[in-house]
């Protein structure tokens, strides 16, 4: 009986699969259960922010940031900000009571994005219950951050010089409020799903991704530190008022098995959280104690109508909660609109490397490696 011949199979996974986190596509080719090759597809969630922000002014450019990774807003106008203050020459000028309340927010909102992250990596594997405990937590930031800026996901709260509103009477001890209440639920998050064996199962050696493949592909963030590299730009490029405060790295260990698995990449997340908290009370400890609000205080700088930076090629990177986000400016010295503006979106090269660590593992184990990378399209789309 002569064998017969069996072909691969061409499956989609998305733009529509709950499990791609966001309207990615990726054409799967497999053999029966077996995926040989995964091809990513993007553009789904094009947002033209290069566009934009060479068609607009520098201050109008803000909210359009906003939109690139919208689970962690505060993050990318703090970058774009700074880039456009250190043109400027006023960067040293920025009081600190204003740099202390722009890492509060950004904290607090990188603490909601990771929160997304667990809690959708969970449900994706089948746990349901973080899922619904993550996003009760979120919801306490969502609040605050909207009492802040007046809005829940798109902040346009930090401008360039100041923020929009210095932080409405009570913030503070509100914030300390959620502190207290949140590290115990920390606590039961990680019983309930970091040390559940049937999570360590579907994690642990799955999806490794080796040191210098991350470095060649160009990953950051927690998608790097996962692989063991100690790379924080908070730490590295000491901008805004990190410098001044205490707060580990957290980096992979390979405890649950191999060094750079998706075990490892979750785990850095859920320690960042714990080192996100720790940076919160200093700055709440700083803005109770050294610098209160007074009533001649203006979180709006006072700056010129046009904002017009020196002719040069400027880039600044910050270190968001995907990882190494970057604009890179082109100024002609005359107009208040930038000549050119390149956005360096950490999700895009994360998702680059899923090709890479994707072959000859199982379709249910592609699932685990996509939500390890924990990408946002709209900041691979841009």
Not at 274 to 299: A, G, Y
Not at 350 to 371: E, W
């Amino acid at each position: 009986m002569a064998d017969s011949s069996v072909e691969d199979m061409v499956l989609n996974m998305g733009p529509q699969h709950p499990s791609t986190h966001g309207v990615l596509r990726l054409e799967l080719i497999t053999d029966g259960e077996i995926v040989k090759e995964v091809i990513p597809h993007i553009g789904y969630l094009h947002r033209c922010f290069e566009k934009h922000a060479e068609s607009l002014t520098y201050q109008q450019t803000i909210p359009f940031t906003d939109r690139m990774d919208y689970l962690a807003s505060m993050n990318n106008s703090h970058a774009w900000v700074m880039g456009v203050e250190r043109m400027l020459g006023i960067d040293k000028d920025i009081p600190k009571r204003i740099e202390y309340i722009r890492v509060l927010v950004c904290e607090l909102n990188r603490i909601a994005s990771h929160l997304i992250a667990i809690g959708t990596y969970g449900i994706d594997i089948g746990a349901f219950t973080p899922f619904l405990w993550c996003f009760r937590d979120r919801e306490h930031i969502m609040g605050m951050l909207e009492w802040a800026s007046g809005s829940r996901m798109l902040y346009n709260y930090i401008w360039v010089g100041g923020l929009f509103y210095d932080l409405p009477v009570g913030f503070e001890e509100r914030c300390r409020e959620f502190v207290d209440y949140f590290k115990p639920k920390m606590i039961e998050l990680n019983q309930l799903l970091t040390d559940n064996q049937i999570f360590i199962s579907r994690t642990a050696n799955v999806g490794v991704i080796p040191l210098d493949v991350a470095i060649n592909y160009g990953c950051s963030g927690p998608v790097l530190r996962g692989s063991g590299l100690k790379y924080d730009l908070r730490r590295i490029d000491n901008y805004s008022a990190y410098p001044e405060l205490d707060f580990e790295i957290p980096v992979g260990k390979g405890e649950m098995g191999t060094l750079g698995d998706c075990w490892d990449r979750y785990k850095v997340r859920v320690d960042e959280i714990e080192q996100s908290v720790k940076m919160i009370e200093q700055c709440l400890d700083r803005l109770q104690k050294e610098l209160k609000r007074t009533p001649e205080f203006d979180p709006r700088a006072k700056l010129p109508r046009k904002i017009t930076p020196k002719a040069q090629d400027y880039y600044m990177r910050a270190e968001g909660a995907k990882g190494e986000l970057g604009f890179y400016f082109v100024t002609d010295g005359r107009s208040e609109i930038p000549f050119r503006a390149k956005s360096r979106g950490p999700s895009f090269n994360n998702l680059s490397v899923l090709p890479a660590i994707s072959q000859n593992v199982m379709i249910a184990d592609l699932i685990a490696i996509i939500g390890s990378l924990d990408f946002v399209l709209g900041e691979v789309d841009r």
